[in-house]
């Protein structure tokens, strides 16, 4: 709530004040109502505005004076002429040189002794340690629930006002650790403008700090921010433990999707059917200098590449030629220490679903205990159990009810699975033009009646989508030999993965999904197989297809505790299908979780106060046992019986608000 008290003394400074005010005047208030108290009282008023700087993290206005203070300041008792008194005449340390405000971002409540650091994020003022303060406690408008600038904005001012920086500007504002003039990743700065590890060279990467690689430093959280617990240099900061936590439900990997247009070039859209096996041989073992696979020129099978000319083009930028997306990929956890990219946005898995055919007739359902039927249900049932009863009765979940002519049909899943069986990224882009978008059809390994269905709506109608187009998938992890790496990959059509840039994965040409597994071992190297999903490799048995694989041996040249980059480069070539399941187990370390000590006396990011010991007052001004504030001038809620007369919380001290001490000063005759 706003009030207006223009005839008190209103507070003015921050953490490092800066700026002069005008002298104070002493106003006579009474019964006119030009005050605040009754009677014929007198009491201080500050008439000047000036600008100062809050933790040089922005600027805000506030009334200020530099009065001399009144004949008690600095005695440490508190007199009617003041709003704090802390036993001295020194300003920056929460009571100004005049005692005639208590600075921002300080709660001075006893006389005598040293004022509090505070902060209370979301209160709109940004004090130390806050790097931004909007008025609220809510993520993704640039400043976060604890007060932090969030990655892709930078933030101004008290309260602050968060804005979108632009990546690849050439200037480095806000969250930003790099900008290096676009916004293309996998040049060592990425697409949102963080540090990217080096991998130029023969040899392994370079960590640098603000990666979120943890790699001779104290800790790397992922950014460049002084202030957060891990500093711009990637050091520990005092207030702070960093640890290297799980990273949870989700992962995020950087990626670089190209669409191109049908048959353009004719590498797109060869006509290629019935190919169930990789083309192996079809790129160099390593990559260029460029860090890009190299056609080696090879014809026959099912590769159709016209030339090295137009595969340069398929992950690389090329005007008229293609279009770039770069995003990232989410891969959510599996549960077994692996994260999978899957079908539904929040992480849903694909169902592969049958059909039951007759769940009973319309008008010959069982009823609810209101009397109304139930679909899928059949009065006859206890004695003529339908397909629905059956497929019930051996677990299986029934995804919808559906009326066909007089009778019941369901959808039943059978079982989920990881993946996306239609995995068309570049859906939105309208770099292909909707005349070229087509069906897509689901393949035999999501399906359990291997007939290839169509991707439908919920009303039957096929969905268009837009083919041609590949996929530059680029992720770091640091090596420590003896734990376990696994890459599994499972998809069509062309798939090559490269590891220390060497070819590890070789599942090349236009077929049906083919699963690639890689598993590193300890001596620099891994071993791969590579399996079909459908051909004269597998059989089918009680509708479960079992197929042969081939396994090889490949040196990577990787060593322990070096930093190395895992590229999956993938194409999109041939309608009608598109599936893609990638699963990463045991890369996905995450970076420096800094988090605030309670208890040490060190006011940090993430806390409203930290009086280390005598943490747990619940008394007014204090500090409870979890860094919180209780009621304490500054709080929005005007304690009388504290001798508050007035708070108008973050905003107390600005022009037409609350003083900085919640209470008017009155001259002492």
């Known amino acids: 709530m706003r009030s207006f008290h223009p005839f008190w003394l209103i507070a003015s400074s921050g953490c490092l004040l800066a700026g002069a005010c005008s002298s104070a005047t002493i106003i006579p208030t009474g019964p006119s109502g030009s005050g605040g108290v009754s009677g014929d009282a007198v009491t201080i008023n500050l008439d000047a505005i000036v600008t100062i700087k809050t933790d040089g993290r922005g600027t805000t206005t506030r009334p200020g004076s530099d009065a001399p203070p009144g004949p008690n300041c600095g005695n440490g008792e508190l007199t009617s002429d003041e709003a704090c008194d802390d036993g001295n005449t020194v300003s920056g340390d929460g009571c100004a040189n005049n005692c005639l405000s208590v600075e921002p971002g300080y709660s001075c409540v006893t006389p005598g002794q040293a004022c509090r650091p505070v902060a209370r994020c979301g209160d709109g003022l940004v004090v130390f340690p806050e790097q931004c ?12 629930d604890g007060c932090k600038i969030e990655v892709g904005y930078k933030c101004d001012g008290s309260p602050s006002v968060c804005s979108h920086t632009t990546c690849g500007d050439s200037k480095i504002e806000g969250a930003e650790g790099c900008d290096d003039g676009n916004s293309m990743p996998f040049d060592g700065c990425s697409s949102d403008c963080q540090n990217e590890p080096s991998c130029k060279g023969t040899s392994a990467c370079t960590s640098r700090c603000g990666d979120g690689i943890v790699l001779g430093e104290e800790c790397d959280d992922g950014n460049n921010i002084d202030g957060d617990g891990c500093s711009s240099t990637c050091k520990g900061e005092q207030g702070f433990k960093c640890t290297q936590p799980n990273l949870g439900d989700k992962m995020l990997v950087p990626v670089v999707y190209r669409d191109f247009r049908y048959h ?32 080696t020129a090879i014809t026959g099978n099912a590769i159709h590449v016209e030339s090295q000319d137009t595969f340069k083009k398929w992950y690389r930028d090329t005007s008229g030629v293609n279009h770039s997306t770069p995003t990232k990929m989410t891969l959510w956890s599996n549960g077994k220490d692996g994260y999978v990219n899957r079908y539904g946005p929040n992480g849903e898995q694909w169902n592969t679903t049958e059909i039951a055919y007759y769940c009973g007739n319309v008008g010959e359902e069982m009823l609810d205990a209101d009397g109304k039927p139930i679909p899928c249900t059949s009065k006859y049932q206890d004695t003529s159990p339908t397909e629905c009863q059956q497929k019930e009765a051996n677990g299986e979940e029934m995804l919808k009810c559906y009326i066909d002519g007089n009778s019941y049909k ?47 709506d919920e009303a039957g109608n096929k969905r268009l989508h837009n083919f041609s187009f590949t996929s530059e998938v680029r992720y770091w992890f640091k090596y420590e030999a003896g734990k376990s790496y696994v890459l599994d990959f499972t998809g069509d059509d062309d798939v090559w993965v490269f590891v220390n840039k060497k070819l590890a994965v070789d599942i090349g040409g236009i077929h049906t999904p083919v699963n690639g597994k890689l598993v590193l071992n300890s001596s620099g190297g891994g071993s791969v197989t590579v399996t079909p ?13 079992t197929c042969t694989g081939t396994t090889k041996t490949v040196s990577l040249g990787i060593s322990n505790n070096g930093v190395y980059e895992i590229a999956v480069f993938q194409a999109e070539r041939q309608t009608e299908g598109s599936s893609y399941k990638l699963t990463l187990s045991g890369f996905s370390a995450a970076p420096s979780d800094c988090q605030p000590v309670c208890g040490d006396g060190i006011l940090a990011i993430g806390e409203e106060c930290d009086d280390g010991p005598n ?20 709080d929005g809620v005007t304690q009388a019986d504290q001798g508050e007369m007035c708070d108008d919380g973050g905003n107390n001290g600005l022009p037409g608000y609350c003083p900085s001490g919640c209470r008017n000063l009155i001259p002492i005759p």
């Open 133 to 144: 303060d909007d008025g609220n406690k809510n993520n993704g408008d640039g400043c976060s």
């Open 533 to 545: 999903t459908a051909g004269s490799a597998c059989t089918t048995t009680n509708k479960i297809t």
């Open 410 to 456: 369901a959808l039943f899943i059978v079982s989920k699975a990881d993946g996306n069986p239609t995995f068309f990224p570049v859906d939105g882009d309208n770099f292909t033009p909707a005349s070229e978008r087509q069906a897509a059809k689901i393949p035999p390994y999501y399906d359990a009646t291997a007939s290839w269905p169509f991707d439908v």
């Open 264 to 295: 353009n070039p004719s590498d797109f859209e060869a006509g290629v059917t019935g190919s169930n096996d990789a083309s192996t041989g079809m790129v160099k073992p390593d990559l260029d200098n460029e860090g890009k696979p190299v056609y």
């Open 615 to 634: 943490n747990g007052n619940s008394a007014y001004g204090g500090c409870s046992a979890t860094c919180t504030l209780g009621t304490f001038c500054g």
